[in-house]
Every structure is written in C-alpha cells, then in structure tokens.
C-alpha cells in the first residue's frame, strides 16, 4: 500500500495515500484493532454536522475565514450527501472520551477541504484539523453533543415502529375478542380469558414503553456544545454558543436548546443512561410478549398450539415439515443484545470522574447499536409475525371446557373449600367441573348453566348477579 507521511504532535506518521484520514487517526487504526467494528453512520453524522455548524458559527462570529470556513462547509456537506464514508475507520472501543473519532472527522473534513481549495491532502499550514475543523471545541463537548443528536435521528424511526406493533396488537385484539380460553397463571390453568384481552394487554405495554421513550427527549434536545474542554466555554467566543446551537437546530430540524449548565452537560451522562433504560425496559416487554407467542404457537401436535405463527422459513435441516417460531426467537435475541448493551451503558454512565466521562465512546456505540437493531426487529417482528397471526379457536375451546380454572367461577356459590374438592376429583377421575358439580348436588342445573354462560366468565362481577 502506497503511503504519505503526515505529522502530529508526537511526530511523523505514515497514513495511506488515498485516505482523507491523517496521522492521529492513521494512530488509533494501529492502537486499536479491537473489534472490527467502525462508528455508527449516525454518530458519524451528527459529529459531522456539529463540525459544519461550528464553521458556520465561527464564521459568523469573524473568527474563522470565511474561505476556509465555506471549504469546510462544502467538505461537510459531500460527507452528509454519502461520500466517503469508508473514511470512518476508528473502532468504538478507543482511547477515552473520544479524541480519536473527534479527530478522525477533523482530519477527514480538513483534508477534502484543502482539496476544494486546490492544495495537498496533508497541508495544514492551509488549513488545520485542530485549528480551524475543531475550532472553539473540544472532544469533550463534541461528543456528548454527537451521541445527543444520534440518538434522536435514531429514536424517531424506532418511535413509529414501536407505535406500528401496539396498533397491530391492538388489532388482534379487536379480531380475537370473542375468542374464550382459559388463563394461565404459574403455567397453571386459571380462570377463563378472551384471547383477545391477552393481545390487548401486549398492544398497551408497547404503547407504555413508547411512551416512556418520548420522555426522554427533552434531555437530548439540552446541549452542551460550547463548552469546550471542561465547561468553562475557554477558546469558544460567547456568542459561539448560541450561534451553533441555534445552526444545529436549523440543519437537523430538531428544537435543540443550550443546557442551562454546560459543566453539568458535560459531566452527567443520565440523559443517556435514561434513555437506554427506556430502551432496555422496551426490550424486556417485547422479549415477554416473544415468550407468550412462542407458548401459545408451541407444537402443534404436543404444545398448546393456541395461535398459529407465519411461516417464514423451515424449521429444521433434519426434520422434515417443522416450522419454528422463527421471527420470535429472533426478536428474544435481539432483546437479549439490547438488556446487555444497557448494562454496558450504565457502567459507563458511573464511570466518569470529575469534569469529564471518558467512556463516552462506549455509550454511543452501545446506544446507537440498541437502537438501529430494536427498531429493525419491531419492524420485522410486526410485519413477518405479528400481523400474520391467526387463531386457533378449536383448541381454544377446548382447553377452556377442561380448564380446573372454572372452579373458580363457581367458588363464591358453593364455597372455596367445595371448589377445591371439586377440582381434586376432576384431576383425579377426569371428569369435567360441571358433571362432578351436578353429582355432588352442589348447585342446580339451570344456576350452573348461567354462571358458566361463556358472556360472564370474561369481565368483572359475580355471573348470577348480571
């Protein structure tokens, strides 16, 4: 591979000659090849409209040239139109704080703009990554602000997918409604359900957990650009400040605001940790109602086969014929991968000392992956499972009239202790509750038949007082 040498402030460093990265990235490539993996394109994004919108602010204020700053601009803008993507190369698990992805930006943007202005990749005397690209910033306000403006390009998408599944639910709801069966609780027959309150249920949780996601939004849209190294705005004109939050809000539509305390804003990762508990409290009811659905479809032969999942591939490289709850199981993976990466998340949150979090580059990686990979599995967990599932309205039926769980309904009429009886025997003999109830001369025929109406089982109330 074919080389230049650049130079930095620990001294000359060979990068390859067609990159647009320069020699403090071409370093972290060297110092840490840990993962393989690179920066999300979200962060990637945000960091590089931060970089646009300093310039813009810069040259507002009359610090920056307004040659170099327009340079600058057009080089951002090629990077947010899809060019050079492959240019991102510094993997999330890096030195603290994120120097190395600060710089790897700076020294992309200030590369193509030399090119735009007509000089070398490399010639900084023109136009310097630290002095012009990261003017009036630091790492340590850069990030934060990234991870902020990430987090909301990605949590709308995930937002209207999630409100995508609670309406699918609930219309299984509706469409399940006259569907009696019998409860389960402890894996146990309980007393009688429709199949279509279960689905009810399912629909509002996610709508309680989207909900609990939108309220983590105003703490994102309160930045701490500005800031610089510590909060004290040092290097950064006051009117800076404004200026670039007021640009940001321009060029990403959302209503950003300056923190009302950048040394807060820089120290203090909850609005992050809140967020990634939103996300993990999200995986934990999907992986939950990706659980139920696996039961009821289990089988069809030997499980309870209550409902019939979409076959989306077969089920088996030996077993001719099986089909497996396959978009469930994927979306109990993802949820997995998602309780795990909170954890990460909260680590990271308590691991900040003093004026700065150096494990920032942690926290995006791990919210930016929680994200783009919850909302890709609601959006397939929707179409591909949810949507797709029918009833099985026979077995339903039939394990509601052999369910001991309608013992219940009778036990305010003959007595907790007579019910109890009543369902030993049934275990025993296998004979039904209502026969056992008729011989043992517990109730007459025509109260039995009112108080087992299917109508009554369902809602609250006593059924021979409706």
Known sequence: MSTRIEKDTLGEMAVPAQAYYGAQTARAVRNFPI??????????????????????ANMATGRLPAELGGAIVAAADEVLAGRLNDQFVVDPFQAGAGTSHNMNVNEVLANRALELLGRQRGDFSALHPNDHVNMAQSTNDVIPTAIRLAALELLDPLLEVLEELEQALADKGREFDGILKSGRTHLQ???????????????????????????????????????????????AEPAFIGKIVEELALATGFPLVASADLFEAMQNMDPFLALSSALRRTAVTLGRIANDLRLLSSGPRTGLDEIRL???????????????????????????????CDQAVMQAAQAGQLELNVMMPL??????????????????????????????????????????????????????????EVAKESIASGRSI???????????????EEAMRPEYLTEPGLPLEK
């Not at 993962?35 to 813009?56: D, E, R």
């Not at 249920?201 to 996610?206: D, F, N, R, S, V």
């Not at 309160?222 to 290097?235: P, R, Y």
């Open 310 to 340: 979409p076959a989306v591939q077969p089920g088996s490289s030996i077993m001719p014929g099986k089909i497996n709850p396959s978009m469930a199981e994927m979306a109990n993976m993802v949820c997995f991968q998602v309780i795990g």
């Open 434 to 448: 209502r026969e056992i109830v008729l011989s043992r001369g517990l109730m007459p025929e025509a109260d039995l």
């Open 363 to 420: 926290i995006a990686y791990n919210l930016t992956f929680s994200l783009e990979i919850l909302r890709n599995c609601v959006q397939k967990f929707t179409q591909s499972c949810i949507i797709g599932i029918v009833a099985n309205q026979e077995r339903c039926r039939r394990y509601l009239e052999d369910s001991l769980g309608l013992v219940t309904v009778l036990a305010p009429y003959i007595g907790y202790n007579a019910a109890a």
């Open 35 to 56: 993962s393989g993996l690179k920066p999300h394109p979200s962060f990637v994004w945000a960091t590089v409209i931060i970089k646009k919108c300093a310039a813009m």
């Open 189 to 235: 027959d309980a007393v009688p359900i429709r199949l279509g309150q279960e689905f009810g249920a399912y629909g509002m949780a996610i709508r309680k957990n989207r909900e609990g996601l939108e309220a983590c939004i105003p703490a994102l849209l309160e930045l701490g650009i500005g800031g610089t190294a510590v909060g004290t705005g040092l290097n």
